[in-house]
C-alpha cells in the first residue's frame, strides 16, 4: 500500500528525486576520484538503471511512442486523411447505431425513479394481448403488495369544437402526473384527490406542443372551458415542455380515465371485464422486484379467474417488462437489434481490413526505418509496441471523428422524424464507453496483424495482402446483397399488387363500441348507415370488418401447423368484403349474410393445412370451410409468409364493426359526406374516416426509408473496398514497376502483363465472393419476415449484388494496372 | 558477489547508522577484508528500490567533506526485513552446508 503512495509521489515529483539520485551519484564520484579510483562506467546508463526501479519505464516510453506516433502521422497527411476518414465511416455507422439502440432501450426515461416502472400485459400460451380492462386493472392495483402504484393510459380521438380534425387524447389514471414525477407548466395536472372522486368537474390537461399550436401559448387558457366531443370541460393546467409520457405515447390532450363515460355516453370501457381497454403500467414497490410481482400478480389472476371464468384466459398470466424507457423492449425485438449490430459490424471489419492493407503497404515502405531501428539495438518487442501505438492514436482519432459523424448523422434523423422533444443526440456515458470500446477494436482488428509483421520483418505480405482483400470483398458481399434484397423487396411491395385493392377504398369506424352500444343497436345502426351509404353516386360496395385494414389493430396466432411455425392473421369479415377489397375468391364462395361457424381460408394457409386436398367443406376449429380466397396480406404487408383466415360476422361482433366504402372514383370527396351521415344517424358519435391509401403510404415510405438506408451503407462499404484494392493494387504495381517493364520489353502483351499483376488477386476476390453470396444465404433467413414476400434467395437480387460488386473491384484493379502498362519502358528499366 | 545479497548486506550496515551512498559502499568493502566491492552501476540502483519499497529513507545532511549529501536511513519496515532476511540467510546457508559436508 505505501509503496503505490511512494511510486506516485516520485511521478509528482520526478524532476526533484531525479536531481537527488544525480547529485548522490556526484558525491559518490568525487570521493571516490579522492580514494585515486576512476573506473565509472556509464554514468547515463546507470542513472536510467537506477530510475527503473521507480517502476514508470512504462509510461515513459509510452509517452514517447504516442509522440513519435504523432509526427510520424503528421509527416504523411494523405495516409492519415485518408485512415481518418475511413475509420469515421466505419466507426461512426456502429456509434449512430448504438446511439439510437441507447436511446431506445438503455437510455431510462426522464421521470421519476424510472427503474422500478414495469409495463404489465396480459399473456397467455396462445394469446397476446397489450391491453387489459380497466376493472381488471383496478383489482390489480387495490390488492397488489408488490406494486406501490398502478398507471393506466387509454388512446382516443375527440372532436375539439368544431374543428374537422379530431385530437389525439389519451386517458390516464389520475395518479399519472404524479408518480411520473412531473410537474405543470402552467395551472396543475391531473391529482387523484380531485379528479377521481365520485363527482368531480370535467377537467382536461393540455399537451404543451398543442397548446403552444391551437392555443398560441396563451396562459390564460387555464381555467376557460372548451368542448371535446361536444362536451363543456375546464382546463387546469398544461403538461410541462419535454414531457416524455410513457411508452412514446404522446397526447394533445389529457384526460382523467374516470371520466371516460362523460365524453362518450354509454361506454362501459370502466366496468366491462370481458374487452381490453388500457395500457397498464406498475411501479415496483420498494424491494420488490419484477418477478415478484409476477408471482403475486399470477395469484390473483387466478382469483379473478374464479369471480369472472369467461373473462380470463385459461393459462393466463400477466407478464412484466421494463417501462422506464423509450419503447418496451420484449426479447424477440433483440433478433432485430442483433441483426443490425452485425450489419454495422460488417462495415467496421470491411473498414479495418482496408486500413490494415495500408498499413502493410506503409510498412514494407518503411523497412529502411525499421533495419536502421533494429540495427541500433531495438528489440521487436519494442517496434511491435511503438506500430500499435500508431495505430491506436490513428482510431482514437478517427474514434473522435467517427463520433461527430454519427452525433449530427442523429441530430438529423431526429430533426425529421418528428421526435418527442426530450430526446437528444448528445452522447451519454454509455454512447462514450462504446466509442471507446470500438477505438481499442479497431486497433486490434487493423493493427496488431501488421505491427506483428513488420516488427519481425517476415516476408509474408503477399499472403497477408491476399487475406485482407478477401476479407473485404467477403463483408462487401453481403452488405451488397442484403441492400439488394431489400431493395427488391421495396419494389415488390410498391409495384406489385399486394392481393388486395386499397386505391379506392374509405374506412369509416363509428366507435359503436366505445358508446355502449348493444350489438342488437349496433346491427341496427350499422343497416342504416349502410342503405344510406349504398345510396351515393359512385359507391359500389359497402361492407363490414371487425379489424380494418391497414389500420391500427392487427390480431395474430402464431402455432404450428405439420411441425412448421405459421402466423395466422384471423379477421371477422361480413359476406361482401371480398368484393370491396378486391380479393378474388378461388374457390368455393364468400359467406351467406350472418352465416354461422363458417371460414373463409387464404389460399397459402389452405395449401399448408390441407396440403394436396380439396379444402372445402373440411373442418376448421369449430368452423367448416365454405371458400378460399387469394393470399392478401392487408393486416401483415412486409410478411409473406402470413396466412389470413376470414370468419363470418356474427351479430355479437356488431358494435366493434368498421364500415368500408368502395368507390368508382377518387375516395377523397366521400369524406365529408360520410361524416354527415354518420352524425345525422347519431350526433353522439366521432367516427374515425380514414383512406386506406394513406395507411399505405405510410407504411410503404417505412419500407422505401430501410431500403435506401441499407443501400447507402452496402455502397459506402463497397466504395472502402474499392478503394482498398484500388490502393493495393496500385502500391503492388509500384512495387514491380521493373518486373513489368522487362516484361513488356521482352514483347509479353498487354494481357499477359496485367494476368501476371493481377493474378495475386484473383483467388481472393473470388473466394471472397464466395464467402459472402454463401454467409448472406445462411443468414438472410432473418431476414424473411421483412422482405414482404421477396424470397430471402432471391437469385436476381444475389446476381445484382455480384455484378455491381466485380464491376467496382475490376475497376479498382484495372485502373492501376493500366497505368503501368502506358509506362516509359526505357526510363523505368535505366532507374533503380 | 550474489546479487541478492546486496539488500541484505545494506540493511545490516545501516543497522549500526546513516550513511551516505560512498560511505556504505567503503564500509562494505572494508568490513569484508576487501573481499566484497560493491559498484556504483550496482549500489544507486538497489538503494532505489529499497527506497520504493520503504526499507530506508533518505534525508539531506553535510558529509565530512563538508558538502550537502543524503545519507540513508533504516525505517522500522526495513528493521523487519532485515530480520525475516537473516534468518532465511541462516536457514537456507545452514542447509547448503549440510550437504556439501555430508552428500
Avoid at chain 1, 638 to 650: I, M, P, T, V
Avoid at chain 1, 816 to 829: C, F, N, V, Y
Wanted: net charge positive; glycine share 8%.
Amino acid at each position: 500500500m505505501g509503496e503505490i503512495f511512494r511510486r506516485i509521489r516520485y511521478l509528482i515529483n520526478r524532476r526533484r528525486f531525479d536531481a537527488e539520485l544525480e547529485s548522490d551519484m556526484e558525491f559518490h564520484r568525487e570521493m571516490a576520484a579522492r580514494a585515486g579510483r576512476s573506473n565509472f562506467g556509464n554514468t547515463l546508463r546507470m542513472r536510467e538503471q537506477a530510475r527503473e526501479a521507480w517502476g514508470w519505464t512504462w509510461l515513459d516510453r509510452l509517452a514517447q511512442d504516442l509522440s513519435y506516433a504523432a509526427r510520424t502521422l503528421a509527416h504523411s497527411p494523405g495516409f492519415t486523411v485518408t485512415a481518418v476518414l475511413v475509420l469515421a465511416i466505419g466507426i461512426g455507422v456502429n456509434v449512430a447505431a448504438f446511439s439510437l439502440f441507447n436511446m431506445v432501450a438503455l437510455e431510462p426515461l426522464p421521470v421519476r425513479d424510472p427503474d422500478s416502472l414495469v409495463r404489465l400485459q396480459r399473456r397467455s400460451p396462445e394469446i397476446i394481448s397489450g391491453q387489459m380492462p380497466y376493472a381488471t386493472a383496478m383489482f390489480y392495483r387495490d390488492h397488489a403488495k408488490t406494486l406501490s402504484g398502478v398507471l393506466t393510459m387509454m388512446g382516443a380521438r375527440l372532436s375539439i369544437e368544431d374543428d374537422l380534425e379530431p385530437v389525439k387524447t389519451n386517458f390516464v389514471s389520475a395518479n399519472f402526473f404524479r408518480e411520473l414525477g412531473a410537474t405543470a407548466a402552467y395551472g396543475r395536472l391531473l391529482v387523484a384527490e380531485r379528479d377521481e372522486a365520485a363527482n368531480a368537474p370535467p377537467v382536461v390537461v393540455l399537451g404543451h406542443e398543442f397548446w403552444q399550436r391551437r392555443f398560441g401559448a396563451d396562459p390564460d387558457i387555464v381555467g376557460k372551458v372548451i368542448h371535446l366531443n361536444r362536451r363543456p370541460v375546464t382546463v387546469v393546467g398544461v403538461e410541462p415542455f419535454g414531457f416524455p409520457s410513457l411508452d412514446g405515447q404522446g397526447a394533445e390532450v389529457w384526460l382523467p380515465m374516470t371520466q371516460q363515460p362523460y365524453f362518450f355516453e354509454g361506454s362501459k370501457v370502466l366496468t366491462d371485464v370481458s374487452n381490453g381497454s388500457v395500457r397498464v403500467w406498475g411501479r415496483l414497490a420498494r424491494g420488490a422486484t419484477a418477478s415478484q410481482a409476477e408471482q403475486e400478480l399470477l395469484g390473483l389472476t387466478n382469483e379473478l379467474r374464479k369471480q369472472y371464468p369467461k373473462d380470463i384466459w385459461k393459462d393466463e398470466y400477466i407478464r412484466s417488462d421494463p417501462g422506464g424507457h423509450l419503447h418496451v423492449m420484449e426479447p424477440e425485438m433483440y433478433k432485430v437489434t442483433e441483426m443490425v449490430g452485425v450489419l454495422t459490424l460488417l462495415i467496421l471489419a470491411v473498414t479495418c481490413a482496408n486500413l490494415g492493407g495500408l498499413q502493410l503497404a506503409r510498412g514494407v515502405a518503411r523497412e529502411r526505418e525499421m533495419g536502421i531501428r533494429l540495427g541500433l539495438g531495438a528489440s521487436a518487442a519494442r517496434i511491435f509496441r511503438q506500430l500499435l501505438t500508431e495505430s491506436l492514436v490513428l482510431a482514437l482519432i478517427g474514434s473522435a471523428a467517427g463520433l461527430l459523424l454519427a452525433w449530427a448523422t442523429l441530430k438529423i434523423v431526429l430533426a425529421k422524424t418528428a421526435s418527442p422533444v426530450w430526446l437528444s443526440a448528445t452522447p451519454d456515458w454509455r454512447v462514450l464507453a462504446f466509442v471507446v470500446a470500438m477505438a481499442l477494436m479497431a486497433t486490434l482488428l487493423f493493427g496488431f496483424a501488421p505491427a506483428l509483421q513488420i516488427a519481425r520483418q517476415r516476408q509474408r505480405k503477399t499472403l497477408a495482402r491476399q487475406l485482407l482483400v478477401g476479407a473485404q470483398i467477403a463483408a462487401s458481399c453481403v452488405l451488397l446483397i442484403v441492400a439488394s434484397l431489400l431493395v427488391r423487396a421495396a419494389q415488390h411491395a410498391l409495384y406489385t399488387n399486394p392481393g388486395f385493392g386499397y386505391e379506392r377504398v374509405v374506412s369509416i369506424d363509428p366507435g359503436l363500441g366505445q358508446h355502449g352500444y348493444t350489438p342488437a343497436a349496433a346491427g341496427e345502426y350499422l343497416g342504416q348507415m349502410q342503405s344510406r351509404l349504398e345510396a351515393l353516386p359512385g359507391v359500389t360496395v359497402v361492407s363490414l370488418v371487425k379489424l380494418a385494414p391497414l389500420g391500427h389493430s392487427i390480431a395474430r396466432e402464431d402455432t404450428e401447423i405439420n411441425g412448421r411455425k405459421a402466423s395466422i392473421y384471423p379477421n371477422w369479415v361480413d359476406e361482401r368484403y371480398f368484393q370491396a377489397m378486391e380479393i378474388p375468391v378461388l374457390m368455393g364462395r364468400s359467406f351467406l349474410p350472418k352465416e354461422k361457424n363458417a371460414v373463409v381460408v387464404s389460399e397459402a394457409l389452405a395449401r399448408r393445412q390441407w396440403p394436396g386436398e380439396n379444402p372445402l367443406g373440411k373442418k376448421y376449429g369449430e368452423n367448416t370451410v365454405v371458400g378460399v380466397a387469394g393470399n392478401a396480406h392487408v393486416n401483415a404487408m412486409n410478411d409473406g409468409d402470413s396466412l389470413e383466415a376470414y370468419y363470418s360476422a356474427q351479430p355479437a361482433d356488431m358494435p366493434d364493426m368498421v364500415v368500408l366504402v368502395k368507390s368508382t372514383g377518387a375516395p377523397d370527396g366521400l369524406t365529408p359526406i360520410a361524416k354527415s351521415i354518420v352524425e345525422s344517424l347519431n350526433p353522439k358519435l366521432f367516427p374515425e374516416i380514414s383512406l386506406l391509401r394513406s395507411g399505405f403510404r405510410k407504411d410503404m415510405e417505412q419500407v422505401e426509408l430501410v431500403a435506401s438506408t441499407v443501400t447507402l451503407i452496402g455502397l459506402v462499404a463497397v466504395a472502402l473496398a474499392g478503394v482498398g484494392i484500388l490502393g493495393l493494387v496500385s502500391f503492388s504495381v509500384s512495387q514491380r514497376l521493373k518486373e513489368i517493364a522487362i516484361r513488356m520489353a521482352l514483347g509479353a502483351t498487354k494481357v499477359q502483363v496485367l494476368a501476371a499483376v493481377l493474378r495475386q488477386f484473383a483467388w481472393p476476390v473470388a473466394l471472397g465472393m464466395a464467402a459472402g453470396a454463401g454467409i448472406a444465404a445462411a443468414a438472410s433467413g432473418v431476414l424473411r419476415i421483412a422482405l414482404y414476400g421477396v424470397s430471402n434467395l432471391d437469385p436476381a437480387s444475389y446476381a445484382a449484388a455480384i455484378l455491381v460488386l466485380m464491376a467496382i473491384v475490376g475497376l479498382a484493379a484495372l485502373l492501376p494496372a493500366r497505368r503501368a502498362l502506358r509506362m516509359d519502358l526505357a526510363k523505368t528499366l535505366h532507374y533503380d | 558477489m550474489p546479487a541478492g545479497a546486496l539488500p541484505m548486506l545494506i540493511l545490516r550496515v545501516l543497522q549500526s547508522g546513516s550513511l551516505h551512498g560512498y560511505a556504505l559502499a567503503q564500509r562494505i568493502h572494508i568490513l569484508s577484508s576487501e573481499v566484497l566491492a560493491v559498484e556504483e552501476g550496482l549500489l544507486y540502483p538497489t538503494l532505489q528500490k529499497m527506497l520504493v519499497k520503504g526499507w530506508v529513507t533518505a534525508e539531506w545532511g553535510i558529509s565530512e567533506t563538508n558538502r550537502k549529501v543524503r545519507f540513508y536511513r533504516l525505517t522500522p519496515e526495513g528493521r523487519k526485513h532485515l530480520k525475516a532476511e537473516l534468518s532465511d540467510y541462516d536457514r537456507v546457508t545452514q542447509a547448503i552446508q549440510d550437504i556439501l559436508r555430508t552428500a
